[in-house]
């Protein structure tokens, strides 16, 4: 195990300079000058070339990618075009956002994807089993920029159950700064009126980030609750007397969870990285909004930052989730 880690940790290495590469040059070969996105389109071409020395947008394209490479060895991820911040100080404050947003939207699938799972393998080939296949096809098949404007149409223009953006009334003050997380700090200051207001603006968007990875879970556990019924250990534990929830719970769910748990992480890694277009939709004010905004600026120091964070991320989350998956099952320690 020990080695395992050692290894992909050693692997993250050339996962970042390939990500590196890769988004550096392609950034590169999009249409558009940053310099004149900051001066405008009637700058005199003296500023413009000004800017672009600022920026190192002069000289060629592979020492400018050495230079970013040097930068971030240092933890430098450069400086944002569009706001003239480090771009780390950015990601560090939107983070927070984005990180509640994929754990309630996590939340969501994992409550509902396990139970719908375990339901349609119960209940197989029946209206039940039937309705959870439209629901998973449906699921990976509809945009999620067509799903939320559908679920705003209906719960905030029609119903007017929830707000459509936004992760507080402007009216209510944030709560107390104390990990970034707006229902956590609510619970832990106490702030009831935060925490309601919180509650409601994170639903529709963590529902809709939810929908994809909800769906795939529900087909995975149903798949590997079929396959454990029809071990030999069920039906002797059925022949024994065992069965109803001790049987599902104790017998079958609980070994048909080991190769989900794969699925599960990786869904994990899919919402942090897909939550950009649904908080560009919501108006959540995480890192997702903050690259898409920075991307009509052709901020490339903000877009690279953002792809090496979610890169990283998505590595480490795989790391875990293999590390997990090691320890329940132990044919993998052999």
Avoid: C
């Avoid at 707006?182 to 639903?203: N, P, Q, W």
């Avoid at 609750?225 to 059925?238: G, K």
């Avoid at 991320?313 to 320690?333: A, E, F, R, T």
């Amino acid at each position: 195990m020990i080695k395992m880690i050692v290894k992909r940790l050693g692997l993250l290495i050339f996962v970042v300079f390939g990500v590196t590469l890769v988004t550096f040059f392609m950034s590169h070969v999009i249409p558009g000058d940053p310099a004149s996105m900051i001066a405008g389109q009637r700058a005199s071409e003296e500023t413009l070339q000004s800017i672009r020395q600022q920026l190192g947008l002069d000289k060629p394209v592979w020492i400018q990618y050495f230079h970013y490479i040097g930068d971030l060895l240092t933890g430098d991820l450069g400086t944002s075009i569009r706001t003239q911040r480090p771009v780390l100080d950015e990601l560090i404050t939107f983070f927070p956002a984005t990180l509640e947003l994929a754990i309630a939207a996590f939340a969501i699938a994992i409550v509902l994807g396990i139970p719908l799972g375990v339901l349609a393998a119960l209940k197989k080939n029946t209206f039940w089993d039937n309705l959870s296949r439209v629901f998973s096809i449906s699921g990976v098949s509809i945009p999620v920029f067509f799903s939320g404007l559908i679920v705003i149409l209906i719960f905030y223009g029609n119903l007017g159950w929830f707000p459509s953006n936004g992760r507080i009334s402007l009216d209510i003050n944030p709560p107390t700064h104390i990990t970034g997380f707006y229902i956590l700090d609510s619970i832990f200051t106490g702030d009831m009126v935060a925490l309601k207001s919180s509650l409601e603006h994170i639903f529709l968007p963590a529902l809709v980030l939810s929908y994809a990875q909800l769906a795939v879970i529900t087909r995975q556990v149903r798949a590997s609750m079929l396959e454990v019924m029809s071990q030999e250990y069920i039906r002797t534990a059925v022949a024994n007397g065992i069965k109803g929830r001790l049987l599902i719970i104790s017998y079958a769910l609980k070994n048909a969870l080991i190769p989900t748990v794969t699925v599960i992480g990786v869904a994990f890694g899919s919402l942090l990285g897909g939550a950009v277009v649904t908080e560009t939709i919501f108006g959540w004010p995480g890192m997702g909004k903050f690259v898409v905004d920075s991307i009509s600026y052709l901020d490339f120091p903000a877009m690279m930052g953002f792809t090496i964070i979610i890169s990283i991320g998505y590595v480490l989350i795989n790391l875990i989730v293999d590390i997990i998956y090691g320890l329940l099952n132990p044919q993998m320690k052999q």
